[in-house]
Nanobody, 114 residues
Framework: QVQLVESGGGLVQPGGSLRLSCAASGIILSREAMAWYRQAPGKQRELAAT???????NYLNSVKGRFTISRDNAKNMLYLQMNSLKPEDTAVYYC????????WGQGTQVTVSS
């Protein structure tokens, strides 16, 4: 059974940084196109960043240049480095497949506020 566990969220001031982690079991991340999603209060879940099995990355326009998705194949971990955070980045962040969807984890809350 696939399990995805997100961590690393928290409260940060505008302009700050956070690094989110996603621990995966039951799948081999290097063989999957993976993604980070986010859901802000009162809004639908949206795709924030993707990384293909070959390492090609894509980003939501609003996070391009500030967020970096990466993967550690040896540790079977997915990461999202978030810099220059803005209040509108406040959301619960989830990892999941970019094309194959697995059970959603609990997510990790990111709050950007002064």
């Amino acid at each position: 059974q696939v399990q995805l566990v997100e961590s690393g969220g928290g409260l940060v001031q505008p302009g700050g940084s956070l690094r989110l982690s996603c621990a995966a079991s039951g799948i081999i991340l290097s063989r999957e196109a993976m993604a980070w999603y986010r859901q802000a209060p009162g809004k639908q879940r949206e795709l924030a960043a993707t990384i293909s099995s070959g390492g090609i990355t894509n980003y939501l326009n609003s996070v391009k240049g500030r967020f970096t998705i990466s993967r550690d194949n040896a540790k079977n971990m997915l990461y999202l480095q978030m810099n220059s955070l803005k209040p509108e980045d406040t959301a619960v962040y989830y990892c999941n497949g970019a094309h194959n969807y697995y059970n959603w984890g609990q997510g990790t809350q990111v709050t950007v506020s002064s």
